[in-house]
């Protein structure tokens, strides 16, 4: 089962998507990944957020990026948005993500940073998985070396 939805706006995206698995994959988290775009593909993309087992959804999105507040439009399980630089050096995705109404928060990180996406997830899996935490805490002491 997985604990990680990841869903790409399109498969322009696919490389961020990829540093995401890696780092899912070096922890041991499942995880499954999508294209839906938030505009052209609205119902499927409703159907894959309300049929995942998921716990965290991490939404890989340039332009506009829509995808990160659609999604959290349909769930209450975090969504970390993953802005792409398209156009104007990914500003415009990265304040598309981070400027969602009141109620409905999505976590941002940097442009194009999957991996943060990834570990971000695994923190907030972390918090109820103790050999998940326990893993973490190891690449954060390494990390210090």
Do not use: W
């Given at each position: ?23 899912l994959q070096a922890f041991g988290v ?116």
């Amino acid at each position: 089962m997985q604990k990680v939805q990841i869903i790409l706006g399109s498969s322009s995206d696919e490389k961020i998507a990829q540093d995401c698995q890696k780092v899912l994959q070096a922890f041991g988290v499942e995880c499954k990944t999508d294209i839906a775009s938030a505009h052209r593909n609205p119902e499927k993309l409703e159907g894959i957020v309300q049929n995942s087992s998921a716990s965290v959804f991490i939404a890989i999105a340039g332009l506009s990026a829509a995808l990160p507040g659609a999604i959290a439009s349909h769930t209450i399980k975090p969504v970390i948005g993953v802005p792409v630089n398209v156009k104007l050096d990914g500003l415009d995705a990265l304040l598309s993500v981070m400027q969602l109404p009141s109620g409905i928060p999505v976590a941002a990180v940097g442009i194009d940073n999957g991996k943060n996406a990834a570990l971000l997830a695994v923190e907030i899996l972390a918090l109820s998985d103790a050999k998940l935490a326990n893993k973490l805490a190891d690449y954060r002491a390494k990390m210090k070396r």
